[in-house]
């Protein structure tokens, strides 16, 4: 059964305590919460024991490229004590996904990334944006670098709605390497609530459930109200 979740990111500018921030997502319904690099001042092991007290689970976690390729030792040993069992890269430029030789070489990089992280008994998953889906050689960056990279895919529907595909057919296409999919909204281009935009949310949460992703992860990037936009995205991934 597919899991919802909130990643964090939606609520950097909610001036709350991380521990009532998470208070109120376990309120508001969540299985689980997928950090994004802020922890709110507090430790793995008070992050623990407060998740543990909510009976929140967590995803894999949104970590910085450089720090893992710097220290996945660490990386690995703070997110496994907070209770994630993987990463994921969340953002690599536009420029790395360019033509087919940037591409290829971003998925060496990735791939040497998710064997060190393999290493510590993580698995490393890669969060797109829309600039991946350049167009090239009648395919884009995306279709080369899923196609070559080891990593698993996370893929963020709005994202790829915004890049002109279909998330959907994404999901389905690439089913067996995905364990997390972005449940992100948007409307022309723009962010916006979920089930206000362009995105077919239910055939998205379908398509999810049918090549037995795990999570559900709500995420909206620039919310009018984050603490209302907590409640708004656990009632719209409970109705799917």
Known sequence: MVRTAINLYSVRD??????????RCA???YDGVQFSGGFGGLSADELADRLDDLDLAVTA???????????????????????????????????????????????????AIAADM????????????????????????FEVFADHTDALLEPDVGWIETAGHDPVEILERYGDSVEIVHMKDMADGEFCEIGDGDVDMQACADAARGVDAEWLVYEHDEPEDPAASIDTGAEFLAGL
């Open 27 to 29: 309120a508001a319904g």
């Open 61 to 111: 976690a949104h970590v910085d490229v450089d720090e893992m390729e710097s220290d996945p030792t660490e990386v690995a040993s703070f997110h496994e004590t907070v209770g994630a069992d993987g990463a994921v890269v969340p953002w690599l430029g536009p420029e790395q996904f360019e033509s087919r030789e940037a591409t290829l070489e971003t998925a060496d990089r990735v791939d």
């Open 118 to 141: 393999l290493e510590q008994g993580f698995d490393l998953h890669y969060h797109n944006h829309d600039h991946e889906f350049v167009a090239f050689d009648d395919t884009t960056g």
């Open 14 to 23: 909610l001036d709350l305590p991380m521990g009532e921030i998470l208070e």
